[in-house]
């Protein structure tokens, strides 16, 4: 599955995530009253952020839900909002600059265009060599663009971050779950010294760590 199970976190995980993780000024309406909420959600059966997912899928019943749950129609927008955006993104293949025009063209003639498309098409080490073997396309770069679509699968890595996790050693989920947060951080702060980008801290690594590991590693390297 390419990105992460929501029947794995129970609501009970979901209220700690929100309220341990620096919300944005837009996402803050979340922790108005929001033990209560999730109280009332899983009185009415929701388990979990799958269920939750559910639930709000359907905008049309908003003004009901929002009675039901006592809260208004802002809050279940965002809180939509909110649970849609731990599924992983799909991520244009071009956004990488490992993989020439030509063989995007190629890749794209053959239905791969995106990170999702990429990790589903190359899971086993056969199908990458057929895959580079038929597009002419350099095993190494047709790894390189497998592993930085594996780690943009991890909430809250995009492609930028992707890319600098690979320059300090992290090529895969597999290893983003096995080198320590403190690890992972001195390397970035290394590199982001030597070439300007932005500070992290060590609570956005274990916020991206908590949900790797909840990814399955299919890819066979």
């Known amino acids: 599955m390419y990105s992460i199970d929501l029947t794995q976190i129970a609501l009970d995980e979901f209220e700690e995530i929100l309220r341990t993780t620096d919300l944005t000024p837009g996402r803050r309406i979340l922790l108005n009253d929001l033990g209560g909420v999730m109280s009332r959600l899983k009185q009415a059966g929701i388990a979990d952020m799958a269920g939750l997912q559910k639930l709000l899928k359907n905008k049309k019943q908003y003004v009901w839900l929002a009675a039901q749950f006592q809260v208004d129609a802002d809050y279940l927008t965002v809180l939509n909002r909110e ?34 498309d ?63 947060s403190e690890e992972i951080l001195a390397r970035y702060l290394n590199l982001a010294a030597e070439k300007g980008y932005p500070k992290i801290s060590l609570k956005d690594v274990e916020y991206c760590k908590r949900f790797c590991r909840k990814l399955t590693s299919e890819i066979e390297w």
């Not at 993104?89 to 990170?115: M, R, T, Y």
């Not at 790894?143 to 930085?148: F, H, N, T």
């Open 118 to 180: 990429l990790y589903e098409a190359c899971l086993t080490p056969s199908t990458r060599q057929a895959f580079a073997e038929c597009l002419h396309i350099p095993p190494g770069r047709l790894r390189a663009a497998l592993e930085l679509s594996d780690l943009v699968r991890i909430n809250g890595v995009g492609p930028v971050y992707a890319q600098i996790l690979r320059e300090i050693g992290i090529h895969r989920i597999g290893d983003y779950q096995a080198t320590a």
């Open 83 to 116: 649970v849609n955006s731990y599924a992983a993104k799909s991520v244009p293949l071009n956004k990488w600059d490992v993989l020439s025009a030509s063989e995007l063209a190629q890749l794209a003639a053959a239905g791969i265009q995106s990170s999702q």
